[in-house]
């Protein structure tokens, strides 16, 4: 008899299945990639066969991969359904949103996710927890956030996703000038070194990927900013550049220049992500669409 299959093991199989790649998928589960690959390898032990052909050119399913992965995404999907039916039948009175944000996420949209689920077809409070985008997502998984907002730097396979505003990048720095100065092209900041902070919030994720699209080379400093009051306060002392979203700058005197890209704004996404299968889906929804809604246009 086929030993108990792992709900661990089909769901990073379905995870890599979806983003294509193991380091996609251990990001989106927020595990290290051998823990991700040893539970892909414990349960294609279980079934018999592998799943997953690993080539220079990316992870694609194999023929029996490419039955089972259907199979398997079904039955996570089902589970689910089990999970949220029974939270909505054993708290049918639940009042509250439970909402995560990234310490990158602005005033304003906050703002508007009070007057939005106040305005709800059923009126709820909004329990708000601010916390590191790794933990956030732990959290969404393990059903304890209803929804998050935080910025589109990261895979989260099988959840829902909504962008819900997107904001202009500043570069921060003594040679740069005050608020209203000309902007400069990613191209010429490609030189500078850049002062980063922790890679908890997405900033640092999201400078990353941007030089890696452009294919320039990040050349860091080699200390670490705690705080974007920090990071703003070390670039005014020339020990290098930082990259902000506009409302993160904390004061017009800080000198900054908006970034651009042959000469387009340089913009930051921020998106609502919530499961499909919570008891609160329809209300999350609406809550994301509002948000998306009522953006206002960068300018």
């Known amino acids: 008899m086929m030993e108990r299959l792992s709900l661990e093991g089909l769901r990073y199989a379905q995870a890599v299945a979806e983003t ?7 990001r ?9 690959s040893n539970g ?5 032990e279980r079934l018999g066969e592998k799943l997953f052909d690993r080539s220079p050119r990316g992870v694609t399913p194999t023929a029996f991969g490419t039955r089972m992965l259907p199979l398997i995404g079904h039955a996570v999907a089902a589970l689910d359904a089990v999970s949220a039916e029974a939270r909505r039948l054993t708290a049918p009175g639940e009042q509250k949103i439970r909402m ?24 709820r409070d909004l329990v708000l927890r601010e916390a590191k985008m790794e933990d956030l997502r732990g959290e969404l998984r393990a059903d304890e956030l209803d929804i998050i907002l935080i910025p589109a730097v990261a895979a989260m396979p099988r959840f829902e ?5 997107v904001e202009p990048i500043v570069v921060v720095g003594p040679e740069t000038g005050c608020g209203g100065a000309a902007p400069v092209e990613l191209a010429e900041v ?16 999201f400078t990353t990927q941007l030089f890696q699209a452009h294919e320039l080379p990040l050349r860091t400093y080699p200390g670490e900013a705690a ?4 990071l703003q306060d ?3 002392l020339g020990l290098g550049s930082a990259m902000v979203p506009r409302s993160k700058v904390t004061s017009p005197d800080v000198p900054h220049r908006p970034l651009t890209d042959h000469g387009r704004e340089v913009q930051i996404s921020f998106e609502a992500v919530w499961s499909a299968g919570s008891p609160l889906a329809a209300d999350l929804l609406r809550l994301a669409d509002g948000l998306a809604a009522a953006r206002q246009p960068a300018g």
């Open 161 to 165: 996703h909504r962008v819900i505003d």
């Open 234 to 236: 070390w670039a005014k």
């Open 190 to 205: 490609g030189e500078a070194q850049f002062i980063l902070v922790p890679d908890t919030c997405g900033l640092t994720t």
């Open 40 to 44: 892909i390898a414990k349960l294609e």
């Open 100 to 123: 995560g944000v990234s310490p990158l996420i602005g005033p304003h949209l906050v703002a508007r996710s009070f007057g939005m689920v106040r305005g709800l077809p059923v009126p």
């Open 227 to 230: 705080s974007y009051n920090v």
């Open 28 to 36: 989106a589960y927020g595990v290290t990639q051998p823990a991700l």
């Open 20 to 26: 294509k790649s193991f380091s996609a998928a251990a």
